[in-house]
């Protein structure tokens, strides 16, 4: 009985923990100076349990994240088995869902970078979501090198650019989905087919 009170109160402090880091991350106007400390405080937890359980800062903002991916698996899973669309809408939804988590987490996704995670070949999603896409593009005739391709539309979102867009250059999150549905359409060429239009969210 003792050890299934262990476990459940360490399943109930990793949620509380997740849950401060991501509220933390989310409301400071300067993410990188999130510390440890300040995470186990609101936490409620000591700092030596988020060593224990999470090895160091990058494995807990990496934690965060993860916990945060599924409704963007889930979106990214519907635009990519969606039926009938075109190789250009699938891309273009694969890309906006995208772009839509990172607007929506930069602060989150600055942090991550400032940890030593700023690699997104490292990533274990990376290799699925390209994958995802060339695919789509390798539909497409009028697109010339997938693979490559697939690799250069994935750095166009990446997140140091979407905070760099958003919070120095104050391009909006609806002018900044409709510039990566132009680049989209430059990408597929100047086709017959109508111009891709991102979803609403």
Do not use: C
């Amino acid at each position: 009985m003792a050890q299934r009170t262990e476990r459940a109160d360490a399943v109930r402090n990793r949620e509380a923990v997740l849950a401060a880091a991501d509220a933390l991350f989310a409301a400071s106007s300067s993410p990188h100076s999130v510390s440890m400390d300040n995470i186990a405080a609101a936490a409620g937890v000591g700092k030596g349990t988020l060593f224990r359980r999470f090895g160091d800062r990058a494995g807990l903002i990496g934690a965060v994240i993860t916990s945060r991916l599924e409704p963007l698996q889930q979106a990214a899973r519907e635009a990519r088995d969606s039926a009938g669309s075109s190789p250009r809408q699938r891309v273009l939804d694969l890309l906006d869902a995208a772009l839509r988590f990172k607007m929506e987490n930069r602060n989150l996704m600055s942090a991550a970078e400032d940890a030593g995670l700023s690699s997104p070949y490292q990533a274990e999603h990376y290799g699925w979501w390209h994958e995802t896409l060339r695919a789509a593009l390798d539909q497409a005739p009028e697109v010339r090198a997938p693979d490559f391709t697939a690799h250069a539309l994935l750095a166009a979102i990446r997140a140091d650019l979407v905070a760099h867009l958003i919070d120095d250059q104050e391009m909006t999150p609806e002018d900044l989905r409709s510039s990566l549905a132009a680049h989209v359409d430059n990408v597929f060429g100047n086709s017959s087919d109508p111009r891709g239009t991102p979803k609403k969210p």
